[in-house]
């Protein structure tokens, strides 16, 4: 278990995903409802929590944390120390301002809240937080990509085959998948692409 958490950070750090937070983004299909406030704090938070991800990846090559074991498991301290800082920031966000989904935050709002909860190491709090986000998805209110790669990390995280084929090693191959024979029939429901391409952060 151990080692799967620490190729998942690792992987974080390694590769440059879609699931970074797009500039310039439309806040939300309407923006009567959203709290700018609460949405300004969340892209913030998100922007730190991307931040560590791109010095490391300056820093070190795929090659060069592979062969240098002390590296690798400092970034990894850091980057989990980072993500417990953000988990509890993002955390207190929600109990002043409720469940950041579209309606409530925007679109850009909503992806920011997924980026940082999705790097959370609290398996509790990742799990409240999928439960949330699959309610406001079925009430339109969550992208359904952003909710399959939060699925995927809890069941990798978990020591699970995923589901979506969103999670990957820090060399870019898959962690395992469950029943892969309907992979794309699930992405294709999920609204991801065709094929599982190396990414996320």
Do not use: C, W
């Not at 700018?36 to 892209?43: F, V």
């Not at 109990?95 to 959370?120: C, Y």
């Not at 024979?181 to 992405?187: F, G, I, M």
């Amino acid at each position: 278990m151990k080692n799967v958490i620490m190729g998942l950070l690792l992987a974080q750090a390694a590769i440059v995903g879609g699931t970074a937070l797009a500039a310039g983004q439309e806040g939300a299909r309407s923006g009567t409802s959203v709290d700018a406030s609460y949405r300004a704090q969340l892209l913030a938070l998100a922007e730190a929590d991307q931040k560590i991800r791109e010095q490391m990846r300056g820093a070190f090559t795929v090659q060069q944390l592979q062969a240098n074991q002390g590296a690798a498991k400092d970034m990894v301290k850091r980057m989990v120390a980072s993500q417990k800082q953000n988990q509890q920031a993002l955390a207190a966000l929600i109990e002043r301002n409720g469940f950041p989904d579209i309606a409530r935050a925007g679109e850009d709002g909503a992806h920011a809240g997924f980026l940082v909860a999705q790097h959370a190491t609290d398996l509790a709090f990742r799990e409240r937080f999928l439960q949330q986000m699959e309610q406001a998805a079925a009430q339109g209110h969550y992208d359904r990509s952003d909710l399959a790669m939060f699925v995927d990390r809890n069941l990798v995280m978990s020591g699970k085959p995923q589901r979506y084929g969103t999670q990957h090693k820090a060399d870019g191959s898959l962690f395992e998948v469950e029943d892969p024979d309907r992979l794309e029939q699930r992405r294709a429901e999920a609204g991801l692409p065709r094929d599982a391409a190396p990414g996320g952060s």
